[in-house]
């Protein structure tokens, strides 16, 4: 069976400092990974997707993540954090008729 | 960006009742999925349809089921609510490679 784990349920960044937020996952053919972000009372937004290729994949407001299978990793990052990126944030794996598989999220706090 | 669209917005319920919630799309994309996300948690995946049959289920009771309808809207139904149905309801059209996610019903069952 498919899983995500999130190890850091609350992240605190200082603005303008560097972001990672771990997610390892766990599947049994080549994976197709995600990251999401949710706003308070809001859907979710894709930020990045990984389906195969360059290991580093570009997404949407600076952000990036990197696909490491041998260590069953997809971090993501963002070299300088914005008050506007505080957010959940959501890994997941998967996709097709299995549906996706989400980790249960990481909540990041921007510190002026 | 493929708009989504839910209803109502929110809603409360007693435990026992049955509940419809909606979703539509302005894309012609023809698979839509439903999750369930209960406070704190990720979103779990309850089924998905693709031309009109549910092609993959979750890890969900029958009391949940769903419908979708020729122009790809679609309707998540559960009976028999119970308190632990109170969660935040997504709905999400898949297409190009990604999922584009409405911005969910939010049920409470009291």
């Known amino acids: 069976a498919q899983s995500v784990t999130q190890p850091d349920i609350h992240i605190t960044v200082s603005e303008g400092a560097s972001l990672e937020l771990r997610c390892n996952y766990s599947y049994g053919a080549t994976p197709y990974l995600f990251w999401y972000v949710q706003s308070p009372g809001q859907g979710l937004q894709l930020l990045l997707k990984y389906f195969s290729g360059d290991t580093l994949v570009q997404g949407i407001k600076g952000f990036e993540a990197e696909f490491k299978r041998s260590q069953s990793s997809f971090n993501l990052r963002k070299p300088s954090v914005h008050w506007s990126d505080a957010a959940e944030y959501f890994c997941a794996v998967g996709g097709g008729a299995d549906g996706l598989t989400f980790g249960k999220g990481t909540h990041l706090i921007i510190q002026p | 960006e493929t708009g989504v669209t839910q209803s109502p917005t929110h809603l409360i319920k007693t435990r026992g009742q049955q509940v419809t919630l909606r979703c539509s799309s302005q894309?012609?994309?023809?698979?839509v999925s439903w999750y369930q996300q209960a406070l704190g948690q990720g979103p779990q995946f309850i089924f998905q349809y693709y031309r009109e049959e549910e092609n993959g289920r979750g890890n969900f009771p029958p009391r949940f089921s769903g419908l979708q309808f020729p122009n790809y809207s679609s309707e998540l139904n559960v009976n028999a609510l119970e308190l632990d149905d109170s969660a935040l309801y997504l709905c999400?059209?898949?297409?190009?490679?990604?999922?584009?996610f409405g911005q969910g019903t939010r049920l409470t069952v009291v």
């Open positions: 894309s012609g994309h023809n698979t």
């Open positions: 999400a059209i898949s297409g190009q490679g990604r999922a584009f």
